[in-house]
């Protein structure tokens, strides 16, 4: 048991002298996820992926400005139904905080409840809210750590529209 420990301590000693933990690699394509819905059934990733662009939007009620983006995303969900699919990701927020933050900003898009951020870790996200910008290939076009502006948004918005065109997917 002792040798264990000793070994331990020289396996860590080691991978930090090397750098460490392996560094943060942000999926390229979107990974397929299951999971409940705020307002009452589930989301199955999957049926949209490679059918439909996806703003795939990470946050937590407790996060920085979530209201000002998600009211922004609300718009682009609306302006662009049947083009493009918004969904939210709520994370590790009780569900009446979650619900409270959705009906305050007049949140219509699917919100997904992931109370444990396992749909948050297998995409890497690390700080909320946190916006990735998927092709109707699945391409992970875009990634925007932080909140977005009303700028920064039409700036991905024109750059997931232009792929979709392109047929860059």
């Known amino acids: 048991m002792k040798r264990l420990g000793v070994l331990s301590v020289f396996l860590l000693a080691a991978?930090?002298?090397?750098?460490g933990a392996p560094s943060y690699h942000p999926p390229t394509q979107a990974?397929?996820?299951?999971g409940p819905?705020?307002?009452g059934g589930t989301m199955s990733?999957?049926?949209y992926l490679g059918k439909t662009p996806v703003i795939l939007n990470f946050w937590a009620?407790?996060?920085?400005?979530?209201?000002q983006e998600a009211e922004l995303?609300?718009?682009?969900?609306r302006d662009y139904a049947g083009k493009l699919l918004v969904v939210g990701v709520n994370v590790q927020d009780p569900e009446e905080n979650?619900?409270?933050?959705v009906a305050e900003h007049k949140i219509s898009y699917p919100m997904v409840l992931d109370g444990t951020a396992d749909v948050a870790w297998?995409?890497?996200?690390k700080y909320l809210p946190t916006t990735f910008f998927i092709s109707a290939s699945g391409k992970i076009i875009a990634i925007h750590r932080g909140p977005l502006s009303k700028s920064q948004l039409n700036h991905y918005l024109k750059l997931l529209l232009e792929t979709q065109v392109s047929g860059d997917n």
């Open 37 to 39: 819905l705020l307002g």
């Open 61 to 67: 009620s407790w996060g920085s400005p979530s209201g």
């Open 98 to 101: 979650a619900r409270a933050f």
């Open 15 to 19: 991978a930090l002298a090397t750098g």
């Open 31 to 34: 990974i397929a996820f299951y």
């Open 45 to 47: 990733f999957s049926d």
């Open 122 to 125: 297998i995409y890497r996200v």
């Open 73 to 77: 995303l609300e718009e682009v969900y």
